[in-house]
């Protein structure tokens, strides 16, 4: 499974953002989908997660303006953020855990927030 992730940028605080993961290859295999961020001197964290199966779990700290969500059709796994923060400035990646075997991680993109 390959991982790509797109839609990051520079923006202003209070703006939404879209970001994306294209998955290709053995998709069928994938049990869920994560989207994990790393600010800078901090570890990485887990952001949300999406099972195949359904249902969505976000971490209570953007659970009130992030949401993640995955286009079947398109492969594609989505983090609507909103209200964004300067607090939210990291390296967004996208993870896939498969049923079985290693994870597999996207390239990254970068979210910068400025006040």
């Known amino acids: 499974v390959q991982l790509q992730a797109s839609g990051g940028g520079l923006v202003q605080a209070g703006v939404s953002l879209r970001l994306s993961c294209a998955a290709s290859?053995?998709?069928?295999?994938?049990?869920?989908m994560r989207w994990y961020r790393q600010a800078p001197g901090k570890q990485r964290e887990l952001v949300a997660t999406?099972?195949?199966?359904?249902?969505?779990n976000v971490a209570d700290s953007v659970k009130a303006r992030f949401t993640i969500s995955r286009d079947h059709a398109k492969d594609t796994m989505y983090l609507q953020m909103a209200s964004l923060k300067p607090e939210d400035t990291a390296v967004y990646y996208c993870?896939?855990?498969?049923?079985?075997?290693?994870?597999?991680w996207g390239q990254g993109t970068q979210v910068t927030v400025s006040s």
């Open positions: 993870n896939a855990k498969p049923y079985m075997g290693p994870d597999y």
């Open positions: 290859g053995s998709i069928y295999t994938i049990n869920l």
């Open positions: 999406i099972w195949t199966a359904g249902g969505t």
